[in-house]
T-cell receptor, first 112, second 113 residues
Framework: DAKTTQPNSMESNEEEPVHLPCNHS???????IHWYRQLPSQGPEYVIHGLTSNVNNRMASLAIAEDRKSSTLILHRATLRDAAVYYCIPRGSGGSNYKLTFGKGTLLTVNP | DTEVTQTPKHLVMGMTNKKSLKCEQH?????MYWYKQKAKKPPELMFV???????INESVPSRFSPECPNSSLLNLHLHALQPEDSALYLCASSPLIPRNEQFFGPGTRLTVL
């Protein structure tokens, strides 16, 4: 599994954009980059995933570096409900592609 | 229905007890998972079932015994647990199409006395 490096914690103000970085320099060419988040006292929740191109959905945007060694999850306008631990997870496409190997993640605090 | 349900929400058991955790989904997903999460740590995969067959066991001790009686249900049978097994046990499901998202339940908070 590719190793990931994320900041332990980040802080944001409500209604401001948040950029959550992730380094995954050992990612293989066929690994997708998945992001999950875990709100307090809940199970993890899928946020977004991508391979090479930038991706958008209703929750967030994912910007992937051209060399794919890093990516950034972008929350366009943070709300208090976005306070959570965010996990960046490279995910293989081979026989073990159903596995999610969680790293330590980034604890995001959103200030009102 | 995009929900994974888990029962019970909380469980306290002694080291000699036998108990079971239950997980249910009605999304037609053919892959189901058990994860264990200790306090302040990320979830760790324990087991994966695909088409009701055990496909991955992450070297979990035999005091944890998974069971998938049908495509909607996943059980985790617990016997002779240790206090260090106290954790949040999370169930998840996903389609078998590669790279699709996993849907997680809220977890069962287990305390072993």
């Amino acid at each position: 599994d590719a190793k990931t490096t994320q900041p332990n914690s980040m802080e944001s103000n409500e209604e401001e954009p948040v950029h959550l970085p992730c380094n995954h320099s050992t990612i293989s060419g066929t690994d997708y980059i998945h992001w999950y988040r875990q709100l307090p006292s809940q199970g993890p929740e899928y946020v977004i995933h991508g391979l090479t191109s930038n991706v958008n959905n209703r929750m967030a945007s994912l910007a992937i570096a051209e060399d794919r060694k890093s990516s950034t999850l972008i929350l366009h306008r943070a709300t208090l409900r976005d306070a959570a631990v965010y996990y960046c997870i490279p995910r293989g496409s081979g026989g073990s592609n159903y596995k999610l190997t969680f790293g330590k993640g980034t604890l995001l605090t959103v200030n009102p | 229905d995009t929900e994974v349900t888990q029962t019970p929400k909380h469980l306290v058991m002694g080291m000699t007890n036998k108990k079971s955790l239950k997980c249910e989904q009605h999304m037609g997903h053919r892959a189901m998972y058990w994860y264990k999460q200790k306090a302040k740590k990320p979830p760790e995969l324990m087991f994966v079932y695909s088409y009701e067959k055990l496909s991955i066991n992450e070297s979990v001790p035999s005091r944890f015994s998974p069971e998938c009686p049908n495509s909607s249900l996943l059980n985790l049978h617990l016997h002779a647990l240790q206090p260090e097994d106290s954790a949040l046990y999370l169930c998840a499901s996903s389609p078998l199409i590669p790279r699709n998202e996993q849907f997680f339940g809220p977890g069962t908070r287990l305390t072993v006395l």
